[in-house]
């Protein structure tokens, strides 16, 4: 389906992309992973040709179809959001128009048997086909869903999309994109703008996607959830792991362990052939070994180490000592313009040493909530007192951004200095990767990853007891996040984290505060048990809704038979359960041995011994062939666990 053939990309004196090939199949999963900066959006535009790569070839299908979503913020006005996302459905609105200019066509008619009637109703009946096929009858109801999915109400179907912030408007975007249905989707960290239930949703409606999926996201559990391969670029080069990124993280590591062995076997090797050649240089009853050993080593292919990418490094300083009860608010009520209760009687207590995620709807309020925890924004009513010697650092979602952008990484350092000296300074800068010259790059220049490491490097020469995050991921790269993960989880003071990325809260949090319609609620534990309680929570909600009281009895009644149903699935289904289960080790297995036969077959010498060329191509053909009668045998029995779903559990 797509292609690419040994493409190289330079930035000056840079090489981004060396010799870089890779081939995404039909129904392939694919996660692109590397630091910020590797090339991974950059690899994504070169495929949709929206990048001039220096030499290569990109080879995509005619009969394939691409969408990709992009990570820059768009902006979206003049329409309805209905209309915006409805008239993304061109090729259905185009047959739908045609089909109409037909169907008055043959009205006007009179000569029912002539044969123009007959190539007009030809016609109509192959666009009708065309239009079942694109499931052009459900286009309004998928509409319907994909918006709700992504967290908008019904009752904003008729707003005008300039009235939506960025982030919705990327979900306008992600809603004409899925609403197209490409063949191949390329999808740029697609979860960044994504609320909690609307992540879920995201992740659940891309795994049962029936097309290929190019996927670049800093979130790990998302890539897990959906990859089943990871391509990892770094310094230029593109490696290709047969598994999702745990299995890459995995597999990769096996690899260092295997590289440093044969690195050291080498070394002694070669340190053996070196005294021999000393010890004997200038006897002449050896000259012909030694000359024999210096040739052997000359030719010998050098085992080399990958340098490991820097990380950052830093822990936060103590935490200044404070009383048990850092914030206290009591019927707390916010409303902006005097109409929105974005707030409404809001009671909170918390404690030292708590690590609290914020979670909700976009626009629920999270942001006004930690805003006010951190003492910036003000409230209308109620109160909010802090305990004893409470000192508050917050780090907000466009802080970044609000850097004065004349200044450099130093002077923003100097600007917060709370006693530590230049040399100080420069050695936490050097922990969040701003070395020599870099700590005197002006800040317009940083990128939006570099604007976060600094905002966040602020943080560490400033004292304090509870420390309010808004979304401190979002241009931290996988790494760094990690590190960030782990200094949060060290710190001994309080934290509160609003964030959506659940792999990240679950490595910090032991309590999850919702924010939902003006008020609050509050969980004990990590995002996979409020998940489940808020599943169940919805599941309760639109039974009650969808029945009135007097059926109360006769809910019950059909609570007993889902049970029953549940119960008979779970028996059912464990066989078929089992055999994907199977068959997705087995894919796994192959997928790996199709890997190695690909590094095998581009090595530049592997046509030198001709009979073994053939019998790798052969046997790469038999995998293949393989591979593609096990994905067979894959959707047979996905099918069978679909229909089996909607016999027990839908009914």
Same mark, same amino acid.
């Given at each position: ?8 990309v ?7 992309f060396?010799d ?10 694919l ?8 090339g ?34 768009v ?5 309805i959001?209905?209309d915006e ?32 009637y007959?190539d ?6 192959? &666009?009708?086909?065309?239009? +079942? ?8 109801s998928?509409? /319907? #869903?994909? @918006? =709700? *999915? ?15 912030s960025?982030?919705w ?15 191949v989707? &390329?999808?740029?960290?697609? +979860? ?10 995201? /992740? #659940?409606? @891309? =795994? *049962? ?20 391969k ?13 598994g999702?990124y745990?299995f ?32 004997f240089r ?8 030694v ?6 080593i ?20 103590p ?12 019927d707390?009520?916010k ?13 909170l ?11 909700g709807k ?18 209308n009513s ?26 450099t ?8 200095n709370?006693?530590?000296?230049v ?23 940083l ?25 401190p ?84 009644k059909?609570g ?18 089992k ?14 041995k199709?890997?190695y036969?690909?590094?095998?077959m581009s ?34 029995e ?8 909607k ?5």
């Open positions: 389906m797509v292609i690419l053939e040994n493409i190289n330079n930035f000056g004196t840079r090489k981004l060396d870089v090939n890779l081939r995404v199949g039909g129904k392939d999963r996660s692109l992973v590397g630091v910020n900066g590797a991974k959006s950059t690899l994504l535009k070169v495929i949709m040709g929206l990048f001039n790569y220096d030499s290569g070839k990109v080879i995509k299908s005619r009969h394939s179809t691409y969408g990709y979503l992009p990570q820059e913020t902006r979206l006005k003049g329409k959001l209905y996302v409805y008239d993304s459905a061109d090729n259905i609105k185009s047959i739908e128009d045609e089909l109409r200019e037909i169907e008055n066509e043959l009205k006007s008619f009179e000569d029912k048997e002539s044969e123009d007959m007009l109703l030809t016609t109509y009946s192959e &666009l009708q086909e065309q239009f +079942t096929l694109l499931e052009g009858h459900k286009l309004k998928k509409i /319907e #869903k994909l @918006l =709700i *999915g992504l967290g908008f109400e019904n009752d904003e179907f008729g707003k005008d999309v300039g009235i939506f960025g982030g408007q990327m979900r306008i975007e992600l809603a004409k994109l899925l609403l197209k249905n490409p063949s989707l &390329l999808l740029d960290e697609p +979860t960044n703008h994504l609320d909690f239930e609307s992540l879920v949703w995201f /992740e #659940k409606y @891309l =795994i *049962g996607y029936k097309g290929a999926i190019v996927l670049v996201s800093h979130d790990k559990e998302f890539l897990n959830n959906i990859s089943r990871t391509a990892e670029i770094h310094n230029g080069v593109l490696t290709m792991f047969g999702n745990a890459y993280v995995s597999e990769k590591e096996k690899r260092r362990e295997m590289l440093e062995n044969q690195f050291r076997n080498q070394q002694k090797y070669l340190q053996q052939q070196e005294k021999f050649i000393e010890r200038y006897k002449a009853t050896k000259a012909r070994a000359q024999s050993r210096i040739k052997m000359e030719k010998i292919d050098k085992v080399e180490l990958e340098q490991e990418t820097e990380k950052i490094k830093f822990r936060f300083p935490a200044v000592h404070s009383g048990r009860i850092l914030v206290e608010m009591s707390l009520t409303s902006y313009d005097g109409i929105k209760n974005v707030l409404d009687g809001i009671s207590s918390i404690e030292r040493g708590e690590k609290i995620a914020v979670v976009n626009g629920a309020g999270k942001s006004t909530l930690t805003r006010i925890l951190a003492g910036i924004e003000n409230y109620g109160g909010m007192k802090y305990g004893y010697n409470v000192v508050p650092r917050y780090f907000a979602q466009n802080q970044a951004e609000e850097m004065d952008e004349s200044k990484a130093f002077e923003i350092m100097l600007e917060v709370s006693g530590e000296n040399t100080g300074i420069r050695n936490i800068l050097g922990g969040f990767l701003f070395h020599g010259d870099d700590v005197d790059k002006k800040i317009g220049v990128s939006g990853g570099e604007k976060s490491r600094l905002a966040l490097a602020k943080m560490l020469i400033e004292p304090s007891n509870l420390l309010i995050l808004d979304e991921t979002n241009h931290l790269d996988i790494h760094s996040k990690e590190v960030l993960q782990k200094a949060l989880s060290g710190y001994e003071g309080t934290v509160i984290i609003v964030s959506h990325d659940r792999e990240f809260i679950d490595g910090i949090i032991d309590k999850i505060i919702e924010v939902k319609k003006g008020g609050i609620k509050t969980y004990i534990g990590k995002s996979s048990e409020y998940l489940n309680v808020l599943e169940t929570e919805n599941a309760e909600q639109e039974q009650k809704e969808a029945k009135p009281e007097k059926e109360i009895s006769a809910q019950y059909e007993i038979e889902n049970k029953k149903r549940k119960k008979e699935f779970t028996k059912i289904a464990a066989p078929v359960k055999k994907i289960s199977e068959i997705e080790k087995e894919l796994g297995e192959l997928e790996r199709k890997i036969l690909e590094q095998e090595k530049t010498d592997f046509f030198k011994d001709s009979d073994f060329a053939v019998e790798i191509k052969f046997e790469y053909l038999d995998l293949s062939q393989k591979i593609e009668n096990l994905t067979a045998s894959w959707e047979k996905a099918e069978n666990l679909s229909e089996l779903e016999k027990y559990l839908n009914n």
